[in-house]
């Protein structure tokens, strides 16, 4: 490893080439051994956009780590039918299909499933899936409210069954390897993160003109959140509405606070305050579009985090300390630069990037 002053990104490429490709599937797998002719059968709860990419990798995987989707469970028909569909031409049999994940979770030939639905409905799936001894991957945030969070904590441990939360930073390669180097204190004292996410654009503000009542379990969806009649506005752009998410904190900030966490060691700040408003976008959304957030951690530093969906800079994540700074760029979950530079720490020497690369989205 070159000295503190010289690691540059290529450096980290080195050591994270081979990391993070099939952490979440392999998380699961270990939980057993599995023989020659044993797959690992997997369940999905949520089978729209996220869900859609999960099952795009699981299937990626399927050789590797003997995986099959064997059921689909969905509200809407339109992306039942398609899971379905892909499934069958995937793994070469349809997958049975639910649009109640309790009747999923009772079906039988299900180890594992992957809780890919609207934020407020996450944890109750995740504590019902526990309780029918699935292991699982939980989209992030796992919950929206602290009770619900330290109720599925206890119930998985109680049941004792492998629990992943879709925080990305976590299972990224890059993020790892500087953890790992931060750890050695090469930074010095680190005294302010800062990171921020920037997208001109109206952002989960989905089309629904083709989501039709006939369509949709609507009462699946609404689930634990109070009747009232249909609106496809609410299942379409769910992520809009305080009811059902709690906005660009749960939605983009949870993946920085558990980035922050993992390069630091740190596990909860002691302060936090916030601000935000609806300034771009008055489109009849409920959560903000512009988002500030200050927190203060006890290990003694600060970290900021911003979101703006008024202006397309790109996405930044940078750490700061006295020796100098870590800085992972413009990138979109997939870190294009790892530079660790000198820079801004005691001597005031600047450092160089040895090259970069564009960041791709997942």
Excluded at 190 to 212: E, H, L, T, V
């Amino acid at each position: 490893m070159a000295s503190s002053s010289q690691v540059t990104r290529r450096c980290f490429l080195q050591q994270t080439s081979v990391m993070g490709t099939a952490l979440g599937v392999s998380t699961l797998t270990a939980r057993r051994a599995l023989g020659a002719n044993e797959r690992l059968a997997i369940g999905m709860i949520g089978v729209g956009g996220r869900g859609s990419a999960h099952m795009a990798k699981l299937r990626s995987l399927a050789q590797s780590h003997n995986v099959e989707i064997t059921a689909v469970c969905d509200v809407w028909q339109v992306n039942l039918k398609r899971a379905a569909e892909r499934g069958k031409g995937w793994f070469g049999r349809e997958p049975k299909q639910f649009t109640r994940f309790g009747d999923l979770l009772t079906s039988g030939g299900v180890d594992a499933v992957v809780i890919a639905t609207p934020d407020f409905s996450h944890t109750p799936i995740l504590i019902a899936a526990l309780k029918a001894d699935k292991d699982a991957y939980v989209e992030k945030p796992m919950s929206i409210t602290i009770e619900e969070a330290n109720e599925a904590l206890d119930v998985a441990r109680a049941r004792k069954r492998v629990v992943q939360v879709g925080t990305q930073y976590r299972s990224n390669g890059g993020f790892i390897a500087a953890s790992k180097e931060l750890a050695t204190g090469v930074l010095g004292q680190i005294n302010r993160i800062s990171a921020q996410a920037n997208f001109n654009q109206p952002r989960w503000a989905r089309a629904y003109s083709d989501c039709k009542q006939k369509d949709v379990d609507w009462d699946a969806y609404l689930f634990n959140r109070s009747k009232r009649p249909f609106d496809a506005r609410l299942l379409r752009r769910w992520h809009l509405y305080r009811e059902f998410t709690n906005g660009l904190s749960g939605l983009w900030m949870s993946h920085y606070v558990d980035a922050v966490h993992l390069l630091t060691g740190a596990k909860y700040p002691r302060s936090a305050v916030a601000h935000g408003n609806i300034y771009v976008w008055k489109d009849g959304r409920e959560h903000t579009d512009t988002f500030h957030a200050l927190l203060d951690y006890p290990e003694g530093f600060l970290f900021d985090w911003g979101m703006g969906l008024g202006n397309s800079a790109g996405v930044f994540f940078a750490v700061y300390g006295t020796q100098g700074t870590l800085d992972i760029g413009n990138q979109y979950l997939t870190p294009n630069k790892l530079l660790l530079s000198p820079e801004g720490g005691s001597k005031g020497s600047k450092g160089s990037e040895e090259e970069d690369r564009t960041g791709t989205e997942p």
